[in-house]
């Protein structure tokens, strides 16, 4: 069943255009996660649906009401949508303890007071917080913090909740303990969010599905496991993962099957889109589809490493060569089990790994 609809959605900063006719449907039990860089409008597009920005054309839906509809100029208050919001900044009242904090959205709904404590202690139960409740947010550290806030937004079943960048505040440990943390809550809730993240792992670890923003407009979707490893543009393929890129000229092109060089180098890939010889192109490796032989192999270039970097659980190595051809050179990247010396190796790429795209 689908709990909110978005519909060909604009918004305008002035005269700067922000959404482009973005469209979306939220399941209910569905986590979507909103992902993309900086200035592409995954914030704009949850705001709109908050209605903390209102739009310049479009609808939006949630159930059978009407949130927002740009040819009837219907605007509900964000105050009347009943959508739970957790802000990046957690946005905790410092002088309200932490039972105090998570019932503001009963006291404004006036429920009663007996209720309120019920339903506050389950969410703090939920929350494996349970009696942390007398303590301020300044007696918290940050993903206590970011569990409040998760509470306010909970305690009053809103049938749709809104994060925004929920994890940001936190240092790199606290964000993967929340962020294991966060799914399995909201599986166990059986939640409907839509959660606004420019960390890619964050979105494949917590969403069912990802919207990949770009300039104001989806440039794909899909779970994550379509995303990382069935990208169709060249910017999902650079977005997701990491990646090594190589630009050159197409030399060969059949169906799906394309080769392409450079100044001392040859590749075959997968062609992403139609390509014709002397085309110029790129193609897109993940690192981790890199393997390092001292052999040749097919499909492979020889080059020596230049740094070697320990990761804990593998290496990351440098690869660099300069050509007679090319002075700047080649940089490539790929991973691997143990320290290795600065002799040159093979880095053989599997051509259905690499995705060929026109540069």
């Known amino acids: 069943m689908i709990e909110l609809t978005v519909q060909d959605l604009y918004l305008n900063y002035g005269t700067n255009p922000v959404l482009k006719g973005v469209s979306l449907e939220l399941q209910r039990g569905e986590v979507v996660a909103l992902l993309g860089s900086s200035g592409s409008g995954k914030t704009t597009l949850l705001r709109a ?64 007071t007996a209720e309120q404590h019920t339903r506050v202690q389950e969410i703090l139960d939920q929350l494996g917080m349970g009696k942390l409740g007398k303590r301020y947010p300044n007696e918290l550290s940050g993903g206590q913090q970011q569990r409040v806030a998760i509470g306010r937004a909970l305690v ?140 040749a192999t097919p499909n492979s270039i020889r080059m020596p490493v230049s740094a070697s970097m320990y990761l804990g659980d593998k290496w990351e190595y440098l690869f660099r060569q300069a050509g007679a051809h090319d002075p700047e050179g080649l940089t490539l990247r790929a991973y691997g089990r143990q320290e290795r010396t600065p002799d040159p190796c093979y880095l053989s790429m599997p051509p259905e790994a690499v995705w060929i795209f026109p540069a």
């Not at 059978?64 to 100029?73: H, M, N, Q, T, Y």
């Not at 509900?76 to 905790?92: N, T, W």
């Not at 670890?205 to 794909?220: P, T």
């Not at 180098?265 to 393997?291: C, F, K, N, Y």
């Open 156 to 295: 009053y079943n809103p049938p749709v909740l809104l994060l925004d960048e929920p994890l940001s505040n936190l240092d790199a440990k606290l964000r993967e303990e929340a962020r294991a943390f966060l799914r399995e809550l909201i599986l166990r809730l059986g939640l409907s969010a839509i959660m606004v993240t420019h960390d890619q792992a964050e979105a494949m670890a917590i969403a069912d599905r990802i919207l990949l923003l770009h300039n104001g407009q989806i440039e794909q979707q899909g779970t994550p496991q379509e995303m990382y490893a069935s990208p169709r543009t060249r910017f999902c393929a650079e977005f997701m993962g990491s990646n090594n890129s190589l630009q050159g000229k197409v030399i060969q092109a059949d169906n799906q099957r394309a080769t392409l060089q450079g100044a001392d180098w040859s590749i075959s890939g997968t062609a992403m889109a139609p390509l014709s010889s002397g085309q110029d192109a790129v193609a897109i490796i993940r690192l981790e589809q890199v393997a390092l032989s001292q052999d």
């Open 49 to 112: 649906i908050a209605g903390l920005e209102q739009a310049s054309q479009g609808r939006i839906t949630m159930n059978e009401r009407v949130l927002f509809d740009g040819d009837s100029r219907t605007e509900m208050p964000a105050e009347h949508r009943d959508l739970g919001i957790v802000f990046q900044s957690y946005a905790l009242w410092p002088h309200k303890t932490v039972e105090e904090n998570i019932a503001y959205p009963l006291k404004l709904r006036k429920v009663k």
